[in-house]
């Protein structure tokens, strides 16, 4: 025996569930990866967001602080640890590989929800900072306030000086006026804050806003601004956007109908309220938008995954029902499951001969479960081997190059060569059953001058390029961890001989 090979082959049922298992991944690791890496850019937006918040407030500070209590490094560690803190938040994106989908929605939920749970802790901790900051600050202006005090006493006293002296030169033209310098006395103070003498009562509601009031303005603005650009979003929170949005009309007026700076300071009082309710709705919202989305949106990347895989154009599947795309997908499953059989037995094959020597140099059809796929092997000798796949079946057989038919010492060399490829199969049936390959089928021909032939070849640098299709058991997923498993004969079923010959 050692003609052609024609021997009928399939596929382990757990090399069919690891590959099927795997095409159930592809939609689950994609969309939770897909999920993730969004929400990690929503922690990345929080951090931005903490660290404007703290420069908006250190932008704040007046000119001159010098900040000799160390408030303003306050100010700025807490931002730092808070950005890192909640940077640490990100998904790592391999837990996808150790949590089933419900573990996996559920920590996408809370992960959405905690995000203004963040915020309001940081804005609650930094509104101490803050409170005594501007404590420290009401204490400097105050400090400049008696400086300006002290420069326009003595300015009144050089004044009432420059009196007596005007009517003493009346009198006497031996004082030289312009010999009185009082200018070093004066100064430009026109810039310093109004500040209450000491024991003068103000009322703190009258006064302007806080560097911890401006940077929750701006803050408020921004979200809200962002906020309702959502589509999703129900009565209950286009109400409260609305809201928001009147109140901070109200405050940013300064017109002479204004609100006093106390009605502005309560109304600011009560949008922290109001903001602190919308951006947890909001978050429930978004938890609750990813869930619903799911199904659906892991339907559309297996119907994406597997169009791809199977070089097939894509329909526009956003137009789908959900039921005419779940049987879209299944039916693209079903094909796809096929060739990744294939795939599996034909670089099987490729990886075993790889082993004896032998390295493909060409192919056609590679990975196309619906029709006949074909490799041709070569050894460092020039000694061909042409592997065709069919459906279920593989045929090997010794061929030799060109475009003419074979000579008659073409012919005796490849009956030659066939002889050696007797000695051959066994080792390569062998290494096919350890793959988990199932040979339940054999119809081994004899060496033969009949079946000798001459094929023109085309060479293929790479054939695993040579086709659009590609492997899902080549997608690296998050879930994949474990190397194959290696099978031995007790894992195949009885075989089938016809007569062998020698």
């Not at 967001?49 to 932008?59: A, H, K, M, P």
């Not at 101490?128 to 420290?136: A, R, S, T």
């Not at 640098?461 to 007790?490: A, C, G, M, W, Y």
Request: net charge negative; hydrophobic share 35%; with cysteine.
């Amino acid at each position: 025996m050692s003609g052609p090979k024609m021997v009928g082959v399939t596929c382990d049922p757990e090399v069919i569930a690891r590959n099927n298992e795997r095409l159930r991944q592809i939609g689950k690791d994609n969309y939770y990866r897909g999920l993730f890496e969004n929400i990690n850019k929503d922690i990345e937006n929080t951090v931005l967001w903490i660290q404007n918040y703290g420069n908006v407030t250190l932008n704040s500070i007046p000119i001159g602080y010098g900040d000799e209590s160390g408030l303003l490094k306050e100010v700025k560690l807490l931002k730092e640890q808070y950005a890192d803190k909640v940077e640490k938040k990100k998904f790592d994106l391999a837990i996808v590989a150790s949590h089933s989908v419900e573990q996996l929605r559920k920590m996408g939920v809370q992960k959405v929800e905690d995000i203004p749970k963040w915020k309001e802790e940081f804005l609650s901790e930094m509104s101490y900072v803050l409170k005594k900051l501007q404590k420290d600050i009401d204490e400097f202006n105050s400090g400049i306030k008696q400086v300006k005090k002290e420069n326009e006493r003595v300015a009144r006293a050089s004044e009432e000086w420059m009196k007596k002296i005007e009517k003493e030169k009346e009198k006497s033209e031996k004082i030289n006026v312009n010999s009185v310098r009082i200018g070093r006395y004066m100064g430009d103070e026109k810039d310093i804050p109004f500040m209450p003498e000491e024991g003068e009562y103000i009322d703190s509601e009258t006064l302007p806003f806080t560097i911890e009031e401006l940077a929750l303005l701006e803050m408020l603005q921004a979200d809200l601004e962002k906020y309702s650009k959502f589509h999703y979003l129900t009565d209950r929170e286009k109400k409260l956007i609305y809201g928001l949005d009147q109140e901070l009309t109200f405050i940013n007026d300064t017109s002479e109908r204004a609100y006093s700076m106390k009605s502005k300071r309560a109304v600011l009082q009560q949008m922290r309220m109001e903001y602190a309710r919308l951006d947890k709705y909001v978050s429930m919202l978004v938890a609750a938008q990813n869930e619903q989305m799911e199904e659906r949106t892991t339907l559309e990347l297996e119907y994406i995954s597997f169009c791809q895989a199977l070089d097939v154009k894509r329909e526009n599947y956003e137009e789908f029902s959900i039921q005419e795309l779940r049987k879209r997908v299944n039916t693209l499953r079903n094909r796809v499951e096929k060739q990744e059989s294939r795939i599996y037995i034909e670089e099987s094959i490729e990886n075993i001969m790889k082993g004896y020597g032998y390295s493909s140099i060409s192919s056609y059809q590679l990975h196309d479960a619906e029709s006949v796929s074909r490799i041709i092997f070569e050894d460092k000798k020039g000694e061909k081997i042409s592997t065709s796949f069919g459906d279920g079946m593989i045929m090997m057989n010794v061929i030799g190059e060109g475009d003419n038919p074979p000579t008659d010492a073409e012919v005796k060399e490849m009956v030659r060569q066939q002889v050696a490829f007797c000695d051959l199969y066994p080792h390569i049936r062998e290494q096919l059953l350890k793959k988990g390959i199932h040979i339940n089928y054999e119809n081994l021909m004899p060496v033969s001058a009949e079946q000798t032939s001459n094929e023109h070849i085309v060479r293929q640098k790479n054939i695993r390029k040579s086709t659009k299709r590609f492997s899902f058991r080549h997608v690296q997923l998050v879930s994949e961890s474990k190397p194959e498993r290696q099978f031995e004969d007790v894992n195949v079923q009885h075989l089938q001989y016809v007569d062998k010959e020698e």
